[in-house]
């Protein structure tokens, strides 16, 4: 049996923190899906950080690129203006869901502009179904070009951040309109249960985010005291605390080194602060790294720490675990679902130092209950994030939805009604 042929949309594809929805992508093409990547806009170079980023961006189809040559966005409206029921329904619904105000009403017509040319590009390339990633503006561009065409689409919706602003993002009509919702956690889809009328949380399936356990090889058992930290530099990732509770064990462990792969807004600030704590020699700002390089990172670090006040799933805990490398994180939002406390990595309050402090500190000390630890998480992993696993459900749940078949599972493994 041929499998549908796709497309992936988000708002910028690749990039350097999404590296979740390139093995996903990767993982359908190996199913035998021909999958077609699409991106709202250019990514930009410093995404571009390894030879896998760089292939992908190469073949990735950019909308606004397109949207910018007068002669095809008329060309791709015209077409759709051809069914005019069609196309005052779509445009009304852009107008109907836009959020409130005139420049809320102006983005949404944009947005239905560069749908309409996302919308005959997939209809040229033969695409029988569009994904969505992120839930935000592409997601809307995503939903346009569903009623512009008739295009059977879906999306995979992550937060926090989306939950932040729901009503802004309209996130209940897109759960009614999607064909199915791909939620990252159990507390994800909990939170768009909020907002999704009750008539359509049958379609709201939990499919993890994941890695490729087998890049993330264990290593033999490490010996000295580095920390590692990977993400966007940005408040929402509480780097100020990581960096107060190494100053606070800097003199218990001299050799202590944290290393921060990743870069962001808050950078220059906290470079300041690592200078004005006399930690240069100790902390270390490494910038974006490819998925090779952070992977060997992973291989030389002792602990992964990441201190977030507001998280979906992090993909990074996942590689960590699976690296065998004991975790230090927050308890927040479907963090719990990946990391249970003593059990494969600590668990500590959001934005306390004090607590973050004593748990590193507790496995700084104790290189048995780092192995317990390690050997725990990666179990964890494979059983239930495994990034080729996670693909092959998503893709029941294209093919199910494209034949007009019901799912009645919130997991594979998970029989029952949702």
């Given at each position: 049996?041929?499998?549908?042929?796709?497309?992936?949309?988000?708002?910028?594809?690749?990039?350097?923190?999404?590296?979740?929805?390139?093995?996903?992508?990767?993982?359908?093409?190996?199913?035998?899906?021909?999958?077609?990547?699409?991106?709202?806009?250019?990514?930009?170079?410093?995404?571009?950080?390894?030879?896998?980023?760089?292939?992908?961006?190469?073949?990735?189809?950019?909308?606004?690129?397109?949207?910018?040559?007068?002669?095809?966005?008329?060309?791709?409206?015209?077409?759709?203006?051809?069914?005019?029921?069609?196309?005052?329904?779509?445009?009304?619904?852009?107008?109907?869901?836009?959020?409130?105000?005139?420049?809320?009403?102006?983005?949404?017509?944009?947005?239905?502009?560069?749908?309409?040319?996302?919308?005959?590009?997939?209809?040229?390339?033969?695409?029988?179904?569009?994904?969505?990633?992120?839930?935000?503006?592409?997601?809307?561009?995503?939903?346009?070009?569903?009623?512009?065409?008739?295009?059977?689409?879906?999306?995979?919706?992550?937060?926090?951040?989306?939950?932040?602003?729901?009503?802004?993002?309209?996130?209940?009509?897109?759960?009614?309109?999607?064909?199915?919702?791909?939620?990252?956690?159990?507390?994800?889809?909990?939170?768009?249960?909020?907002?999704?009328?009750?008539?359509?949380?049958?379609?709201?399936?939990?499919?993890?985010?994941?890695?490729?356990?087998?890049?993330?090889?264990?290593?033999?058992?490490?010996?000295?005291?580095?920390?590692?930290?990977?993400?966007?530099?940005?408040?929402?990732?509480?780097?100020?605390?990581?960096?107060?509770?190494?100053?606070?064990?800097?003199?218990?462990?001299?050799?202590?080194?944290?290393?921060?792969?990743?870069?962001?807004?808050?950078?220059?600030?906290?470079?300041?602060?690592?200078?004005?704590?006399?930690?240069?020699?100790?902390?270390?700002?490494?910038?974006?790294?490819?998925?090779?390089?952070?992977?060997?990172?992973?291989?030389q670090a002792d602990v992964f720490v990441l201190p977030s006040f507001a998280e979906g799933v992090p993909v990074v805990l996942m590689e960590a675990m699976a690296?065998?490398?004991?975790?230090?994180?927050?308890?927040?939002?479907?963090?719990?679902?990946?990391?249970?406390?003593?059990?494969?990595?600590?668990?500590?309050?959001?934005?306390?130092?004090?607590?973050?402090?004593?748990?590193?500190?507790?496995?700084?000390?104790?290189?048995?209950?780092?192995?317990?630890?390690?050997?725990?998480?990666?179990?964890?992993?494979?059983?239930?994030?495994?990034?080729?696993?996670?693909?092959?459900?998503?893709?029941?749940?294209?093919?199910?939805?494209?034949?007009?078949?019901?799912?009645?599972?919130?997991?594979?493994?998970?029989?029952?009604?949702?």
């Open positions: 049996m041929s499998l549908p042929k796709i497309a992936y949309l988000t708002g910028e594809y690749p990039r350097a923190s999404d590296t979740f929805i390139q093995r996903e992508v990767t993982n359908l093409r190996a199913l035998g899906h021909e999958v077609l990547t699409c991106s709202i806009r250019t990514t930009g170079a410093e995404h571009l950080v390894g030879p896998e980023q760089r292939e992908e961006h190469a073949r990735t189809f950019k909308v606004l690129d397109a949207v910018r040559n007068p002669v095809t966005t008329l060309k791709a409206h015209w077409r759709w203006m051809k069914t005019p029921g069609r196309y005052l329904s779509a445009l009304g619904s852009a107008w109907r869901t836009a959020p409130k105000g005139i420049k809320g009403r102006l983005y949404n017509l944009i947005y239905f502009v560069e749908a309409g040319v996302l919308a005959a590009k997939l209809a040229d390339e033969g695409v029988t179904h569009l994904h969505n990633h992120i839930a935000k503006a592409s997601c809307t561009v995503a939903m346009l070009a569903g009623e512009l065409s008739g295009l059977r689409w879906s999306f995979t919706i992550h937060g926090p951040d989306i939950f932040f602003e729901p009503h802004h993002w309209r996130i209940d009509e897109k759960a009614a309109r999607a064909a199915f919702v791909s939620c990252i956690s159990h507390f994800c889809r909990s939170q768009l249960m909020c907002f999704a009328d009750a008539q359509h949380w049958h379609k709201l399936h939990i499919v993890h985010c994941g890695v490729d356990p087998s890049r993330y090889a264990p290593k033999p058992v490490r010996t000295g005291l580095t920390a590692l930290f990977v993400g966007r530099m940005a408040g929402v990732k509480g780097v100020p605390i990581l960096i107060d509770a190494v100053a606070r064990l800097s003199k218990t462990y001299p050799d202590l080194t944290l290393r921060l792969v990743g870069d962001g807004p808050d950078r220059e600030a906290l470079e300041a602060e690592v200078a004005k704590r006399g930690l240069q020699e100790r902390v270390k700002f490494l910038g974006y790294k490819s998925q090779a390089e952070v992977a060997e990172e992973l291989a690296s065998q490398v004991p975790v230090v994180t927050t308890r927040i939002a479907g963090v719990p679902e990946l990391v249970e406390d003593g059990v494969n990595g600590r668990l500590v309050p959001p934005g306390d130092v004090d607590a973050f402090a004593e748990a590193l500190d507790a496995l700084l000390s104790d290189a048995d209950l780092r192995r317990t630890y390690s050997a725990a998480g990666r179990a964890k992993v494979v059983a239930e994030y495994d990034a080729a696993q996670e693909a092959k459900w998503l893709s029941e749940l294209i093919v199910s939805y494209g034949e007009g078949r019901s799912v009645t599972s919130l997991r594979p493994s998970e029989e029952g009604t949702p």
